[in-house]
């Protein structure tokens, strides 16, 4: 059946089916293509899109401004707004649908991105927020397809750290979407929550996909036959006094090399949404250093910079993901 996403928000994976998600990275590798072949498109010429950020960012910013730029669209950064101070969400909404073909949002609320949906007129894109990051996921589903070589529903996937962030929510989503076997390897009171966790096992029956948690005491079984270890930073913007908790219940989830060997998998690849505390080449890694006596938190140096690791092949696909869902949402195609 034919697959038309035009004048859809992508505000998460749970939206959407698995053949839709299928086309958005066929789409992807497509475009990826075209990029790397120096063709420049016009999919998004004469459209305008705002970003809006209420988060740090160094690739979701770049990705949508590059991607948009790619097409022949134009883009408006916008950090310095009225929303939520002298203006409604609402209001802002129905303003900048009047102006924008398309809005990004990158902050805190899940439920902020949905009323820019609800309200705007226009196709949102959730660019990040507390309980999810949709536009990353299929940056990493593009990624595991180019460098493990079989498809999505035969990889087993391991995330190891903290599973009850955005990310820990998200690739348990797409990957009960697209049939991989996900594994969370983390603390209990650090696992997603049970209701997510119970509609995605409901996704899971229909779509073949297995999802399992375990505790590091049986890090041995969680890792073995994993294709891909994946993690990300143990505190999430806006956390930031949680580090010396979060290092106590963490320490033991560091993704070394010991983890990598676990797995009997010569080629299992990293995974890493960036950025990342590897070394103390960072003011954040060398303060942390001081404090906490330890130079890498989530993944240690030695496997960030292994023949496993694929993270700036990952971070490059989010400018293809990215672009895909534009120009599916928004495009002349």
Same mark, same amino acid.
């Given at each position: 059946m034919p #697959? !038309?996403?035009k004048g859809r928000s992508f505000l998460t994976l749970k939206d959407f089916s698995p053949e839709e998600i299928r086309y958005l990275l066929d789409l992807s590798h497509d475009l990826k293509a075209k990029k790397r072949a120096g063709i420049k498109g016009n999919a998004l010429f004469r459209k305008n899109i705002v970003l809006i950020f209420d988060k740090a960012s160094t690739r979701t910013r770049c990705a949508f401004e590059t991607a948009c730029w790619d097409e022949g669209g134009n883009a408006t950064f916008l950090t310095n707004s009225q929303m939520g101070k002298k203006e409604s969400v609402e209001d802002t909404a129905k303003v900048l649908g009047r102006m924008y073909d398309g809005i990004q949002y990158r902050g805190f609320s899940q439920d902020l991105v949905e009323d820019l949906a609800a309200f705007s007129g226009v196709p949102v894109w959730n660019g990040l927020t507390d309980d999810d990051h949709p536009t990353q996921i299929l940056a990493d589903l593009l990624t595991i397809e180019e460098h493990v070589h079989k498809p999505l529903n035969k990889v087993k996937m391991v995330y190891? /750290?903290?599973?009850? !962030? !955005? *990310?820990?929510?998200?690739?348990?989503? /797409?990957?009960?979407? *697209? /049939?991989?076997?996900? #594994?969370?390897?983390?603390p209990k009171e650090l696992w997603p929550n049970e209701a997510l966790t119970a509609e995605m096992k409901k996704v899971a029956a229909c779509t073949g996909a297995t999802i399992e948690f375990f505790s590091v005491e049986n890090a041995d079984k969680a890792l073995a036959g994993a294709d891909v270890l994946y993690t990300d930073v143990w505190v999430s913007m806006g956390e930031e006094a949680k580090f010396a908790e979060r290092i106590a219940q963490l320490k033991d989830y560091r993704v070394t090399m010991d983890f990598v060997r676990k797995t009997g998998n010569p080629d299992a690849i990293f995974l890493h949404c960036l950025p990342a505390f590897h070394d103390t080449e960072t003011a954040v890694g060398k303060e942390i250093e001081a404090k906490h006596g330890i130079p890498e938190m989530e993944v240690s140096d030695e496997v960030f910079r292994s023949r496993h690791s694929v993270v700036f092949d990952q971070a490059e696909n989010r400018l293809h993901t990215i672009k895909a869902v534009m120009v599916a949402t928004i495009g002349d195609v």
């Open positions: #697959v !038309n996403l190891c /750290g903290d599973a009850r !962030n !955005n *990310m820990g929510n998200a690739l348990m989503i /797409g990957s009960a979407k *697209m /049939g991989l076997h996900f #594994v969370a390897l983390a």
